[in-house]
């Protein structure tokens, strides 16, 4: 049952304008970054690791959050135009299903996107004439920011069921991702789910340890993912969102 919504929301994917955000959206980061690394290099002399700060800087703060906000939006655009909903929710499909199956795409982007990330970061390294090896620790920013990032996805999908918009939810998403900032600075990054991204991929620390306890980290992911993914279960079971 569950595969069958999955190629449904697939095939909803496939040709949509979301492939552009996808591919645009973080070459902006990546571009700025780089450009903010080489005007500083005076100051920012750890190379990749310099390089890495300005990229995330842009990237985890307000570039990505917004993408992950569009990709969730567009997951839920269809069902809440023309009373998709009164189709949908007839459907003999479990509200787990027709949910897990749309956390699983956007996870499923996130996880592209960070991949496409890692690919900028590296060729905007070279094009810097950098001359080091790449950060051994790279693959592992990147899979913790995944799961930083799928925590979003989460959070994003039950705000975008909710509000029947689709630029609210993205502008929810570019605010949460500022606001992460002031979290951060008071060591409060663990227990917002907008910031478990940055802590993931070492955006203030790339050479050091994550700025909380790898137990908080873990321990906030599974709890942003499970309450939002509870909240958007409740919310469609008992909550009447067949009309738009």
Known sequence: MLWNVLRGERMKLR???????????????????????LQNTE??????????????????????????????????????????????????VPVLHLYLSKLIMASFMVILTQIWIGVLFIIS???????????????????????????????????????????????????????????????LGAFYPYTLMSLGMRANRPGGPMACSLGQFLAGCVFYLAFSTAAAIIWMSYKDVTAA
């Open 15 to 37: 040709h949509s304008p979301v492939w552009l955000a996808f591919f645009l959206l973080p070459v902006l980061p990546a571009f700025m970054g780089t450009f903010n690394y």
């Open 43 to 92: 100051i920012l002399q750890d190379e990749w690791y310099s390089l890495w700060t300005q990229h995330t800087l842009f990237t985890c703060y307000f570039f990505l959050p917004a993408t992950i906000g569009v990709y969730c939006s567009y997951l839920f655009r269809l069902e809440h135009t023309n009373h998709n909903w009164n189709c949908v929710m007839t459907l003999p």
């Open 125 to 187: 390294g070279i094009l810097s004439g950098l001359s080091g090896p790449v950060p051994p620790e790279l693959l592992e920013w990147l899979v913790y920011g995944t799961m930083g990032g799928i925590v979003i996805c989460g959070v994003q999908l039950c705000l975008s069921l909710i509000i029947r918009s689709f630029s609210v939810p993205v502008g929810i998403a570019m605010a949460g991702g500022v606001l992460g900032i002031g979290a951060l600075s008071k060591g």
